[in-house]
């Protein structure tokens, strides 16, 4: 999930609110999983979700203050844990610790000139869906099917990523998705409806909304951003022709990090264009 | 080297070492699987104390389950829509002292069977003779299932039969024919239900009975008037069929009470079962239902309340397909199992186990799920499952049978399940966009689990070892002594597959006991009876069933395990008039047949 909300809402709102702008992401989605497990049962438990935060912010702590020498602020750490106590589902434990603590760790060991490549909580979840699929799942079905709570993460989504300035990202893709739905139905016969399914339901939007749209492990550009969305859209639609379960993790799991390569490669070879030797 | 580099470099030897955790993780499972498992008849003997085989052909039992073939609207999905109706139930219709077998088909035409036990061995299907068997007629829908009760309270079991249709009640004429009651008992002209129980819910000495509906009750699964009649959410559906208490008047005739008495829900209910739950004497209503939550209902003599949010069983939505109760702590309370689905990287629900919680007892009960810390909890797409002490060690172990559509090994219909299931209730509730099977398996050929009570809160899973190793898509089961010995067969009801008798050998070093119980005050049938054994410390608690599981009923009668050489202090027996009578010091090895005293 991303962690675009906190830094892009930073300086506009900061203005507006007393309270510390980073944490209206976070809140925002603890909220949503509040209302989502009262009203819905979500989670099967807190405990795991809890676990999932803890370990995420434990091991930020830790690895912070050994390769920064500071105590980091937690929000970014938060929305890991939480992303993965959401969007993993299992009923054991240790997939919740193990998942985000890899996800933490990724951001300091899977870097290039200073950035880490991978949206933490999609390199955890991937991992763990990949590796221990006996052990773990997505989230799927478990936020319902019905309207109102589609609709409600849909309007909170839409206001903090526009507020985010990364609207188009998530608009980008929900038209490609819708198209590729299009094309996955010719080509499978199947019902456009049924190839819609899965972005109509709630779980999807946590996608869509949060873990595309990372400022982090995003390229720079709107242009290419909408591009590299576009191409995960596209990833995802070859996955699914091969019945891949978890297409659109594994599709941004490919695509985003070979994208922030290419920038890098590219903006290496700019630089050695405009300093030649 | 730098602190930093030293640091950056243990930190990614931690980083690998945590990405190989998983396989290793699933190495050592495969590899415990593989000891638990590595195992001959003898082997199984010696380490497990009981061992299975198959026997139904040399039983003289040759039964294969036929699906219906509905709405041809439906062709698309057929497999994975007509997929239940294998169900078996154990009566002794005769009262010959020989636990007799009654199995349902469901393809239009097809025939129910009424194994009877000729006592030698082997089983003659006598289902026709006694007018029992030729009950899927077109028209009248299909067999799922059914339970058997002496509702007249004349001493002969009587069978109500659910199906995906008409319900029917089947008067026993003592054990020599059956005659169909159903107008007389008014019960309702449709109903597509998977779930009943007998159960006498005021203990007014009759039997009265629960029905559940699965597709709601408008709904001609054969002349479909369109195709929105698939669940509105895979865990959160609320549009199944309405729920039945029949009140026994004692005329023959039931009152259908079940709004008057609490109960209102339409959620999909697969299995029910009944239980004294709070030890108050009523028997508490268990209902565990597919996509959604379960429910439990405290019975106050006349009124039903639903508490399954207050208890902790239903808050956390799943595929609910099972409802067992079992006292598998040896502490005289019962736990209840539910099954679930569990498909690797999938959809991972895993079974509940619900174990009462320390301290916690009466209205205030409360249950905590520990299917993970007791390992029963992954077992596939399960559907029945029933606790029973298989190898006589004082210790109720529990048998679980899955596996959904089993067609295409090499080709799969999980990807389209899953696709079509997290969508938007418009469209999962249409069977018209669901992707076409055709042919793919979903779920299929899944190894059984035959989970063995360690007495240390874990159980462990011996299925292949002990000679479960069927992979049929298991529906419903039933534990029974088929053949009095004093072990607890397994006889297995598999969808578009055959009845699987397995015969039980059991270590003689472990002894038991059985319990027949006669209501006289009570229903005759004793369901709702209860049993609490103390041996050598322990405590354990049974039922007589009146259904429960998926779709069967076990035996009556009641049968404990009791280890090696057990001193055996008392028998309690609670009946359901409130009546409690004691038998000291009962004798190993037999089965007691005691009628209440008045």
Request: net charge negative.
């Given at each position: 999930m991303s962690e675009s909300a906190i830094q892009s809402l930073e300086v506009p709102v900061r203005r507006r609110f007393?309270?510390?702008?980073?944490y209206i992401a976070p809140l925002f989605i603890s909220f949503i999983l509040l209302v989502g497990h009262l009203f819905?049962?979500?989670?099967?438990?807190y405990e795991r979700t809890a676990l999932a935060i803890v370990c995420a912010i434990v091991t930020e702590l830790v690895l912070g203050r050994i390769f920064y020498g500071k105590w980091l602020n937690l929000a970014s750490a938060y929305i890991t844990g939480i992303s993965v106590g959401i969007l993993l589902r299992s009923p054991a434990f240790w997939p919740f610790a193990l998942a985000s603590v890899l996800s933490i760790m990724s951001k300091y060991v899977l870097r290039v000139k200073g950035r880490h490549l991978w949206n933490p909580s999609n390199f955890g979840i991937c991992v763990l869906l990949f590796m221990a699929p006996e052990a773990v799942a997505s989230l799927s079905v478990q936020w319902g099917n019905f309207w109102p709570p589609l609709v409600v993460i849909w309007l909170l989504g839409s206001i903090i990523i526009y507020r985010a300035k990364r609207f188009h990202i998530s608009a980008t893709y929900v038209v490609s998705f819708f198209a590729f739905a299009v094309l996955r139905s010719l080509i499978t016969g199947d019902a456009f409806l049924a190839e819609v399914a899965p972005i109509t339901g709630p779980m999807y939007q946590l996608f869509v909304f949060f873990m595309i749209t990372d400022p982090k492990t995003t390229v720079q550009s709107k242009k290419w951003q909408c591009a590299v969305v576009f191409l995960v859209a596209f990833v995802e639609m070859l996955l699914r022709l091969n019945q891949v379960v978890n297409a659109p993790l594994y599709a941004l799991f490919l695509v985003g990090p070979t994208a922030m390569l290419i920038e890098m490669l590219s903006h290496k070879e700019a630089q050695k264009s405009q300093n030649p030797i | 080297m730098s602190g930093r580099t030293l640091a950056r470099v243990v930190l990614v030897i931690v980083f690998i070492s945590l990405l190989a955790v998983p396989l290793v993780m699933r190495r050592l499972a495969v590899r415990r699987a593989q000891l638990n498992n590595a195992a001959g008849e003898t082997a199984a003997l010696r380490r497990y104390g009981f061992h299975l085989d198959e026997v139904s052909n040399a039983a003289g039992i040759n039964f294969k389950h036929q699906a219906p073939t509905l709405d041809h609207q439906l062709d698309h999905i057929m497999p994975q829509v007509a997929s239940m109706g294998a169900a078996v139930s154990v009566v002794d219709f005769n009262r010959d002292g020989w636990a007799d077998l009654y199995v349902t088909n469901s393809g239009e035409g097809s025939k129910n069977a009424?194994?009877?036990?000729?006592?030698?061995g082997s089983f003659t299907d006598v289902a026709a003779e006694m007018g029992i068997a030729d009950l899927n007629q077109p028209g009248t829908g299909v067999s799922m299932g059914s339970v058997w009760g002496d509702y007249d309270n004349d001493g002969y079991e009587d069978l109500f039969l659910y199906k995906w249709g008409k319900p029917e009640l089947f008067h026993?004429?003592?054990?020599?024919k059956f005659s169909r009651v159903t107008e007389k008992a008014g019960l309702p002209p449709w109903v597509n239900a998977n779930t009943a129980v007998w159960f006498d819910y005021d203990r007014d000495g009759r039997l009265d009975l629960f029905l559940g509906g699965y597709y709601a009750e408008d709904v001609d699964l054969w002349h479909l008037r369109n195709t929105k009649m698939m669940p509105e959410s895979f865990e959160y559906a609320q549009n199944g069929g309405r729920k039945y208490l029949f009140h026994n008047l004692g005329d023959g005739s039931f009152e259908e009470v079940s709004q008057k008495a609490g109960i209102d829900s339409r959620r999909w209910a697969l299995a029910a079962n009944i239980a004294d739950l709070r030890g108050t004497g009523n028997q508490d209503l268990f209902i565990a239902n597919d996509y959604g939550i379960s429910e439990l209902y405290f019975n106050d003599g006349k009124q039903f309340r639903e508490v399954g949010k207050q208890t902790g069983v239903g808050f956390a939505p799943k595929s609910g397909m099972n409802a067992s109760v079992g006292d598998i702590l040896n502490q005289g309370k019962y736990s209840i199992y539910v099954s679930n689905i569990s498909e690797e990287g999938v959809l991972i629900q895993g079974n509940n186990l619900w174990v009462p919680r320390e301290g916690t007892s009466g209205d205030q009960i409360v249950y905590d799920n520990m299917a993970s810390a007791m390992d029963v909890e992954i077992g596939g797409w399960s559907f029945g499952a029933q606790f029973g002490d298989l190898n006589n060690d004082g210790r109720l172990d529990l048998y679980l049978v899955n596996g959904y559509v089993s067609a295409?090994?090499?080709?799969?219909?999980w990807y389209d399940f899953s696709k079509i299931a997290g969508g938007n209730s418009t469209i999962i509730s249409d069977a018209a966009h669901w992707p076409a099977m055709d042919g793919r398996s979903l779920s299929g050929y899944q190894q059984k689990k035959v989970w063995l009570n360690d007495g240390a809160g874990k159980f462990v899973d011996v299925a292949q070892a002990v000679g479960a190793s069927d992979v049929f898509d298991g529906r419903s089961v039933a534990l029974v002594d088929l053949w009095n010995r004093g072990a607890l067969d397994v006889v297995v009801a598999n969808q578009r597959g055959p009845l699987l008798v397995y015969k039980n050998t059991v270590t003689p070093e472990n002894k038991w006991i059985g319990f027949e119980l006669e209501g006289a005050a009570s229903n005759r049938s004793a369901i709702g009876a209860e049993v609490r054994l103390f041996w050598d410390g322990h405590q354990q608690v049974q039922q007589v069933s009146g259904?429960?599981?998926?779709c069967s009923q076990n035996q009556r009668r009641l049968h404990f395990g009791l280890g090696n050489n057990p001193h055996v202090e008392k028998a309690e027996i609670h009946w359901p008039s409130g009546k409690i009578e004691t038998i000291e010091k009962p004798a190993v090895g037999q089965v007691y047949k005691i009628t209440e005293s008045v």
């Amino acid at each position: 999930m991303s962690e675009s909300a906190i830094q892009s809402l930073e300086v506009p709102v900061r203005r507006r609110f007393s309270l510390d702008n980073r944490y209206i992401a976070p809140l925002f989605i603890s909220f949503i999983l509040l209302v989502g497990h009262l009203f819905y049962g979500i989670l099967e438990s807190y405990e795991r979700t809890a676990l999932a935060i803890v370990c995420a912010i434990v091991t930020e702590l830790v690895l912070g203050r050994i390769f920064y020498g500071k105590w980091l602020n937690l929000a970014s750490a938060y929305i890991t844990g939480i992303s993965v106590g959401i969007l993993l589902r299992s009923p054991a434990f240790w997939p919740f610790a193990l998942a985000s603590v890899l996800s933490i760790m990724s951001k300091y060991v899977l870097r290039v000139k200073g950035r880490h490549l991978w949206n933490p909580s999609n390199f955890g979840i991937c991992v763990l869906l990949f590796m221990a699929p006996e052990a773990v799942a997505s989230l799927s079905v478990q936020w319902g099917n019905f309207w109102p709570p589609l609709v409600v993460i849909w309007l909170l989504g839409s206001i903090i990523i526009y507020r985010a300035k990364r609207f188009h990202i998530s608009a980008t893709y929900v038209v490609s998705f819708f198209a590729f739905a299009v094309l996955r139905s010719l080509i499978t016969g199947d019902a456009f409806l049924a190839e819609v399914a899965p972005i109509t339901g709630p779980m999807y939007q946590l996608f869509v909304f949060f873990m595309i749209t990372d400022p982090k492990t995003t390229v720079q550009s709107k242009k290419w951003q909408c591009a590299v969305v576009f191409l995960v859209a596209f990833v995802e639609m070859l996955l699914r022709l091969n019945q891949v379960v978890n297409a659109p993790l594994y599709a941004l799991f490919l695509v985003g990090p070979t994208a922030m390569l290419i920038e890098m490669l590219s903006h290496k070879e700019a630089q050695k264009s405009q300093n030649p030797i | 080297m730098s602190g930093r580099t030293l640091a950056r470099v243990v930190l990614v030897i931690v980083f690998i070492s945590l990405l190989a955790v998983p396989l290793v993780m699933r190495r050592l499972a495969v590899r415990r699987a593989q000891l638990n498992n590595a195992a001959g008849e003898t082997a199984a003997l010696r380490r497990y104390g009981f061992h299975l085989d198959e026997v139904s052909n040399a039983a003289g039992i040759n039964f294969k389950h036929q699906a219906p073939t509905l709405d041809h609207q439906l062709d698309h999905i057929m497999p994975q829509v007509a997929s239940m109706g294998a169900a078996v139930s154990v009566v002794d219709f005769n009262r010959d002292g020989w636990a007799d077998l009654y199995v349902t088909n469901s393809g239009e035409g097809s025939k129910n069977a009424l194994f009877k036990n000729n006592a030698d061995g082997s089983f003659t299907d006598v289902a026709a003779e006694m007018g029992i068997a030729d009950l899927n007629q077109p028209g009248t829908g299909v067999s799922m299932g059914s339970v058997w009760g002496d509702y007249d309270n004349d001493g002969y079991e009587d069978l109500f039969l659910y199906k995906w249709g008409k319900p029917e009640l089947f008067h026993n004429d003592g054990g020599q024919k059956f005659s169909r009651v159903t107008e007389k008992a008014g019960l309702p002209p449709w109903v597509n239900a998977n779930t009943a129980v007998w159960f006498d819910y005021d203990r007014d000495g009759r039997l009265d009975l629960f029905l559940g509906g699965y597709y709601a009750e408008d709904v001609d699964l054969w002349h479909l008037r369109n195709t929105k009649m698939m669940p509105e959410s895979f865990e959160y559906a609320q549009n199944g069929g309405r729920k039945y208490l029949f009140h026994n008047l004692g005329d023959g005739s039931f009152e259908e009470v079940s709004q008057k008495a609490g109960i209102d829900s339409r959620r999909w209910a697969l299995a029910a079962n009944i239980a004294d739950l709070r030890g108050t004497g009523n028997q508490d209503l268990f209902i565990a239902n597919d996509y959604g939550i379960s429910e439990l209902y405290f019975n106050d003599g006349k009124q039903f309340r639903e508490v399954g949010k207050q208890t902790g069983v239903g808050f956390a939505p799943k595929s609910g397909m099972n409802a067992s109760v079992g006292d598998i702590l040896n502490q005289g309370k019962y736990s209840i199992y539910v099954s679930n689905i569990s498909e690797e990287g999938v959809l991972i629900q895993g079974n509940n186990l619900w174990v009462p919680r320390e301290g916690t007892s009466g209205d205030q009960i409360v249950y905590d799920n520990m299917a993970s810390a007791m390992d029963v909890e992954i077992g596939g797409w399960s559907f029945g499952a029933q606790f029973g002490d298989l190898n006589n060690d004082g210790r109720l172990d529990l048998y679980l049978v899955n596996g959904y559509v089993s067609a295409d090994r090499n080709q799969n219909y999980w990807y389209d399940f899953s696709k079509i299931a997290g969508g938007n209730s418009t469209i999962i509730s249409d069977a018209a966009h669901w992707p076409a099977m055709d042919g793919r398996s979903l779920s299929g050929y899944q190894q059984k689990k035959v989970w063995l009570n360690d007495g240390a809160g874990k159980f462990v899973d011996v299925a292949q070892a002990v000679g479960a190793s069927d992979v049929f898509d298991g529906r419903s089961v039933a534990l029974v002594d088929l053949w009095n010995r004093g072990a607890l067969d397994v006889v297995v009801a598999n969808q578009r597959g055959p009845l699987l008798v397995y015969k039980n050998t059991v270590t003689p070093e472990n002894k038991w006991i059985g319990f027949e119980l006669e209501g006289a005050a009570s229903n005759r049938s004793a369901i709702g009876a209860e049993v609490r054994l103390f041996w050598d410390g322990h405590q354990q608690v049974q039922q007589v069933s009146g259904g429960g599981g998926f779709c069967s009923q076990n035996q009556r009668r009641l049968h404990f395990g009791l280890g090696n050489n057990p001193h055996v202090e008392k028998a309690e027996i609670h009946w359901p008039s409130g009546k409690i009578e004691t038998i000291e010091k009962p004798a190993v090895g037999q089965v007691y047949k005691i009628t209440e005293s008045v």
